[in-house]
Nanobody, 123 residues
Framework: QVQLTESGGGLVQPGGSLNLSCVAS????????MGWYRRRPGARRELVAT???????NSNDAVKGRFTISRDDAKNAVYFQMNNLKPEDTAVYYC?????????????????WGQGTQVTVSS
């Protein structure tokens, strides 16, 4: 069984910073792309930023220059440094990862989701 465990959300004032963390644990062979999505109030879940195992980053234009994604493959972890937070960044942030898991005879890759962590930007 594979789990993604997130931490680091909370309440912050506009212009403040938060750092999200997500660690993959359980029985798996390899972690591929890891990243973050968010669901703002009244909106659909949207991509914020992802990072492949080779370091290629795909990010939402709304966060470029403010948010930085990084990963530590030795720890099966992905991090998200969020600076200059704005009220419109308020959302539940979800960790996502494509993970290769073993079967009795082979393996397959699927995506997994964390439980979500609330980020609220308000004065």
């Amino acid at each position: 069984q594979v789990q993604l465990t997130e931490s680091g959300g909370g309440l912050v004032q506009p212009g403040g910073s938060l750092n999200l963390s997500c660690v993959a644990s359980g029985n798996f062979l390899r972690v591929y792309t890891m990243g973050w999505y968010r669901r703002r109030p009244g909106a659909r879940r949207e991509l914020v930023a992802t990072m492949t195992g080779g370091g290629i980053i795909n990010s939402n234009d709304a966060v470029k220059g403010r948010f930085t994604i990084s990963r530590d493959d030795a720890k099966n972890a992905v991090y998200f440094q969020m600076n200059n937070l704005k009220p419109e960044d308020t959302a539940v942030y979800y960790c996502n990862a494509d993970i290769n898991v073993p079967t009795s005879q082979s393996s397959y890759t699927r995506d997994f989701w964390g439980q979500g962590t609330q980020v609220t930007v308000s004065s």
